[in-house]
C-alpha cells in the first residue's frame, strides 16, 4: 500500500515520503515536509517555485508553459498568434508589433464564455432538444393512434359492406325461391290435369277391352271412347328462367368502396423554436387571512375538484358523474357520466386542457374529449388511483395490486410505459397499500404522493429517488392524526394537502417544511387543485361544496 495515500495514515511528502505534509510547491505541484522544503528549492534553481502551506496550496494561478522557451511561464497571450507567450516571447521579434493581453484576463473572458455556453447547453439547447424528442415521440404516439383509427374505419366501412351484400344476397335469393315456388305450382297443377287423362285414357282402355271380349252384342255396339277428346293434346308449358347479370368489380369497387389519400412527411428546419432561459416566477408571500368563495355542487357526496381554467372547475362525487362548473357564477355547464357508472378514482386535467379520469372497476384511464369518452389506458392486475398530468404532457397513475399487497407509480407517455417508481435503494416500497391515494407533480419536477395509509406525504424526484416523507405537523387544529388526501402544488412549488380529521389544508415548502395550515372553515377537505393565479379550490366532503381560496399576495 502507497504510504502517502493510505487510508490509515495521513498525507506524506512526497520527496521523504515519511514525514506528514505541510507545505506545497503550486510550481511543481509537489507535497512537502518543512525539512525537504530547501531541498526541493535547490533541485531546479532555474524554476521560480512558488512554496506555500499545504492549506493554501493552488492560491496561485498556474501559468502555462512556453512551447518555445523551456521552462518558462506564460502570463501574456498573444491576440494575433492565438497563443500564449512567455516574457522572452515578448523580447524577441517573433511578436513584434502584436496585441498582447494578460493571460489571466484571456483566462477570466474564457470562463465567462464557458459559463454562458454552458448556462445556454443546460437552459435552453439540452430542454429544447427534450421537447424536441417529446414532440417526436407524441408525433409517433399520433402516429399510430391515427393510423390504428384508420384501419378500423376501413375494417368497419368493410364490415358494413358486408351487411350490405349478405342482406342483398339474402332479398336475392327469395326472390329467386319466390319465382320457382310460382312456378313449380304452375307446372304441377298442369301435370295434375295430365294425370287425370291419363286415368280417363285408362278406364276407356278397360272399357274397350271388355267390350272386344263380351259376347253380348248389344254391349258391344254401346261401347264410346273419348278417343276424339284425347287426340286433342294439352298446351306445352315451358317455364322461363330468370338470369342474374353480376354488376362490375373490377376497378369501379374501389371507386365505390373507397380510396386513401396520400401520405407525407414535411421537414420544416424552422419548425421547432429554441427554449428560452425561464425566470424564476415572482416569490409570493402567503396571506394572513385567505378570502373565499363557496360553490355548490349538488353531489351526495363530493371528491374531487380539477381546474379547467380561472374559470371552469370539473368536479366528481359519489354518484357516478363528472360536472363542469362556471366558477363565478356558480352554475353546471355540462355533466359526463363515466362509462362504468362507477366514481372515478381521481380527475385530473391534461396539457391540451382535456379531463382525464381512473375508472378502478375497468381498471382504465379515461380520456373525455367533446363530452365523449375514450379509453387511454387499460391496466391489468392493477388498480389506478390518483392520476395527473405533468408538465412534459405525460400521465402518472398511482395504483395498488389486485391482491392489495403493492403500490407503485407509472409515468405514461400516450398508452406507453416510461417509468416505474415502487421501492426505495433497500427494495423497500416507498407507498402503503391503502386505496385512498392522490399524485401530482411540483414545479421542481418532484412527484408527491398524499399516502393516506401511511399517514404521509411521499415525495421522490423525477428519476424516483426519495427526498422527504412529510408526516405531518403538531399541534394539528383538531389535535387529530394527520389523515391527508387530495394533493396539489403552485407556482411556488409550496406543496399543499387536505387533512380530512382536522379539517385543513397543510402547507410546505418543495423541501418538507411545514409553513402553514390553511384553517378557514373547511368541512372534510378532500380533493384539491390550484388554478393559473395560485388560487386553491377545495372539495368538501362534508358540504358538498367546492371553496375557492385566495391564500398567497
Same mark, same amino acid.
Request: with cysteine.
Given at each position: 500500500?502507497?504510504?502517502?495515500?493510505?487510508?490509515?495514515?495521513?498525507?506524506?511528502?512526497?520527496?521523504?515520503?515519511?514525514?506528514?505534509?505541510?507545505?506545497?510547491?503550486?510550481?511543481? #505541484?509537489?507535497?512537502?515536509?518543512?525539512?525537504?522544503?530547501?531541498?526541493?528549492?535547490?533541485?531546479?534553481?532555474?524554476?521560480?517555485?512558488?512554496?506555500?502551506?499545504?492549506?493554501?496550496?493552488?492560491?496561485?494561478?498556474?501559468?502555462?508553459?512556453?512551447?518555445?522557451?523551456?521552462?518558462?511561464?506564460?502570463?501574456?497571450?498573444?491576440?494575433?498568434?492565438?497563443?500564449?507567450?512567455?516574457?522572452?516571447?515578448?523580447?524577441?521579434?517573433?511578436?513584434?508589433?502584436?496585441?498582447?493581453?494578460?493571460?489571466?484576463?484571456?483566462?477570466?473572458?474564457?470562463?465567462?464564455?464557458?459559463?454562458?455556453?454552458?448556462?445556454?447547453?443546460?437552459?435552453?439547447?439540452?430542454?429544447?432538444?427534450?421537447?424536441?424528442?417529446?414532440?417526436?415521440?407524441?408525433?409517433?404516439?399520433?402516429?399510430?393512434?391515427?393510423?390504428?383509427?384508420?384501419?378500423?374505419? @376501413?375494417?368497419?366501412?368493410?364490415?358494413?359492406?358486408?351487411?350490405?351484400?349478405?342482406?342483398?344476397?339474402?332479398?336475392?335469393?327469395?326472390?329467386?325461391?319466390?319465382?320457382?315456388?310460382?312456378?313449380?305450382?304452375?307446372?304441377?297443377?298442369?301435370?295434375?290435369?295430365?294425370?287425370?287423362?291419363? =286415368?280417363?285414357?285408362?278406364?276407356?282402355?278397360?272399357?274397350?277391352?271388355?267390350?272386344?271380349?263380351?259376347?253380348?252384342?248389344?254391349?258391344?255396339? =254401346?261401347?264410346?271412347?273419348?278417343?276424339?277428346?284425347?287426340?286433342?293434346?294439352?298446351?306445352?308449358?315451358?317455364?322461363? +328462367?330468370?338470369?342474374?347479370?353480376?354488376?362490375?368489380?373490377?376497378?369501379?369497387?374501389?371507386?365505390?368502396?373507397?380510396?386513401?389519400?396520400?401520405?407525407?412527411?414535411?421537414?420544416?428546419?424552422?419548425?421547432?423554436?429554441?427554449?428560452?432561459?425561464?425566470?424564476?416566477?415572482?416569490?409570493?408571500?402567503?396571506?394572513?387571512?385567505?378570502?373565499? @368563495?363557496?360553490?355548490?355542487?349538488?353531489?351526495?357526496?363530493?371528491?374531487?375538484?380539477?381546474?379547467?381554467?380561472?374559470?371552469?372547475?370539473?368536479?366528481?362525487?359519489?354518484?357516478?358523474?363528472?360536472?363542469?362548473?362556471?366558477?363565478?357564477?356558480?352554475?353546471?355547464?355540462?355533466?359526463?357520466?363515466?362509462?362504468?357508472?362507477?366514481?372515478?378514482?381521481?380527475?385530473?386535467?391534461?396539457? =391540451?386542457?382535456?379531463?382525464?379520469?381512473?375508472?378502478?372497476?375497468?381498471?382504465?384511464?379515461?380520456?373525455?374529449?367533446?363530452?365523449?369518452?375514450?379509453?387511454?389506458?387499460?391496466?391489468?392486475?392493477?388498480?389506478?388511483?390518483?392520476?395527473?398530468?405533468?408538465?412534459?404532457?405525460?400521465?402518472?397513475?398511482?395504483?395498488v395490486s389486485d391482491d392489495n399487497k403493492q403500490t407503485k407509480v407509472v409515468r405514461y407517455s400516450g398508452s406507453t410505459e416510461k417509468q416505474t417508481i415502487?421501492?426505495?435503494?433497500?427494495?423497500?416500497?416507498?407507498?402503503?397499500?391503502?386505496?385512498?391515494?392522490?399524485?401530482?407533480?411540483?414545479?421542481?419536477?418532484?412527484?408527491?404522493?398524499?399516502?393516506?395509509?401511511?399517514?404521509?406525504?411521499?415525495?421522490?424526484?423525477?428519476?424516483?429517488?426519495?427526498?422527504?416523507?412529510?408526516t405531518g405537523h403538531t399541534p394539528a387544529p383538531k389535535n387529530k392524526p394527520f389523515n391527508p388526501q387530495g394533493i396539489t402544488t403552485d407556482s411556488q412549488?409550496?406543496? #399543499?394537502?387536505?387533512?380530512?380529521?382536522?379539517?385543513?389544508?397543510? @402547507?410546505?415548502?418543495?423541501?418538507?417544511?411545514?409553513?402553514?395550515?390553511?384553517?378557514?372553515?373547511?368541512?372534510?377537505?378532500?380533493?384539491?387543485?390550484?388554478?393559473?393565479?395560485?388560487?386553491? +379550490?377545495?372539495?368538501?366532503?362534508?358540504?358538498?361544496?367546492?371553496?375557492?381560496?385566495?391564500?398567497?399576495?
Amino acid at each position: 500500500m502507497d504510504p502517502r495515500s493510505s487510508a490509515q495514515d495521513v498525507m506524506r511528502c512526497d520527496l521523504c515520503e515519511t514525514a506528514v505534509v505541510q507545505m506545497h510547491c503550486d510550481t511543481c #505541484l509537489v507535497n512537502l515536509c518543512t525539512a525537504c522544503v530547501g531541498k526541493h528549492m535547490i533541485s531546479d534553481q532555474s524554476i521560480n517555485h512558488k512554496v506555500v502551506t499545504f492549506q493554501t496550496r493552488n492560491s496561485m494561478p498556474l501559468y502555462p508553459g512556453c512551447v518555445t522557451h523551456n521552462k518558462e511561464r506564460c502570463k501574456m497571450y498573444c491576440k494575433q498568434c492565438d497563443i500564449p507567450v512567455c516574457t522572452k516571447c515578448i523580447a524577441s521579434d517573433e511578436h513584434l508589433g502584436h496585441k498582447l493581453s494578460e493571460i489571466l484576463q484571456i483566462l477570466n473572458e474564457k470562463r465567462d464564455k464557458i459559463i454562458q455556453e454552458q448556462t445556454e447547453l443546460n437552459d435552453m439547447i439540452y430542454p429544447t432538444y427534450q421537447d424536441t424528442a417529446s414532440d417526436v415521440q407524441n408525433r409517433m404516439s399520433q402516429l399510430e393512434k391515427e393510423y390504428g383509427d384508420l384501419s378500423t374505419d @376501413i375494417t368497419k366501412h368493410g364490415e358494413d359492406w358486408h351487411r350490405e351484400i349478405d342482406k342483398l344476397v339474402k332479398k336475392l335469393k327469395a326472390e329467386v325461391n319466390e319465382m320457382k315456388n310460382t312456378q313449380l305450382q304452375t307446372l304441377q297443377k298442369h301435370l295434375d290435369e295430365i294425370n287425370k287423362v291419363m =286415368s280417363d285414357i285408362k278406364n276407356d282402355v278397360n272399357s274397350l277391352e271388355d267390350a272386344f271380349a263380351c259376347k253380348d252384342i248389344s254391349k258391344v255396339y =254401346s261401347v264410346k271412347s273419348d278417343i276424339e277428346k284425347y287426340r286433342t293434346l294439352p298446351p306445352k308449358t315451358e317455364p322461363s +328462367f330468370p338470369k342474374f347479370t353480376p354488376g362490375r368489380i373490377e376497378e369501379d369497387l374501389s371507386k365505390l368502396f373507397g380510396a386513401l389519400s396520400s401520405s407525407f412527411l414535411t421537414s420544416d428546419k424552422h419548425g421547432y423554436i429554441m427554449r428560452t432561459i425561464q425566470k424564476s416566477p415572482p416569490v409570493k408571500q402567503l396571506l394572513d387571512e385567505p378570502e373565499t @368563495i363557496t360553490i355548490d355542487t349538488g353531489y351526495g357526496y363530493l371528491y374531487d375538484v380539477a381546474c379547467l381554467s380561472d374559470k371552469k372547475i370539473w368536479t366528481s362525487g359519489g354518484d357516478g358523474t363528472m360536472k363542469l362548473y362556471s366558477i363565478n357564477h356558480g352554475s353546471l355547464l355540462k355533466s359526463v357520466t363515466t362509462k362504468s357508472g362507477y366514481t372515478p378514482s381521481n380527475i385530473a386535467i391534461t396539457k =391540451s386542457w382535456d379531463l382525464v379520469y381512473t375508472d378502478d372497476y375497468y381498471k382504465t384511464v379515461n380520456i373525455v374529449k367533446n363530452e365523449k369518452i375514450e379509453e387511454m389506458i387499460r391496466i391489468q392486475n392493477w388498480n389506478p388511483l390518483g392520476v395527473c398530468s405533468t408538465s412534459s404532457g405525460d400521465l402518472l397513475v398511482i395504483m395498488v395490486s389486485d391482491d392489495n399487497k403493492q403500490t407503485k407509480v407509472v409515468r405514461y407517455s400516450g398508452s406507453t410505459e416510461k417509468q416505474t417508481i415502487q421501492f426505495d435503494d433497500k427494495v423497500k416500497h416507498f407507498y402503503s397499500n391503502s386505496h385512498d391515494k392522490y399524485i401530482t407533480e411540483n414545479k421542481n419536477l418532484d412527484i408527491c404522493v398524499s399516502d393516506n395509509g401511511a399517514g404521509a406525504v411521499v415525495v421522490v424526484n423525477q428519476a424516483g429517488k426519495l427526498r422527504f416523507r412529510y408526516t405531518g405537523h403538531t399541534p394539528a387544529p383538531k389535535n387529530k392524526p394527520f389523515n391527508p388526501q387530495g394533493i396539489t402544488t403552485d407556482s411556488q412549488s409550496h406543496i #399543499l394537502t387536505a387533512d380530512v380529521n382536522n379539517h385543513c389544508v397543510h @402547507i410546505i415548502d418543495q423541501d418538507g417544511q411545514f409553513l402553514r395550515y390553511i384553517n378557514c372553515g373547511l368541512s372534510y377537505p378532500w380533493g384539491l387543485c390550484t388554478d393559473t393565479n395560485d388560487n386553491l +379550490f377545495v372539495a368538501q366532503m362534508g358540504n358538498k361544496q367546492v371553496k375557492k381560496i385566495k391564500y398567497l399576495q
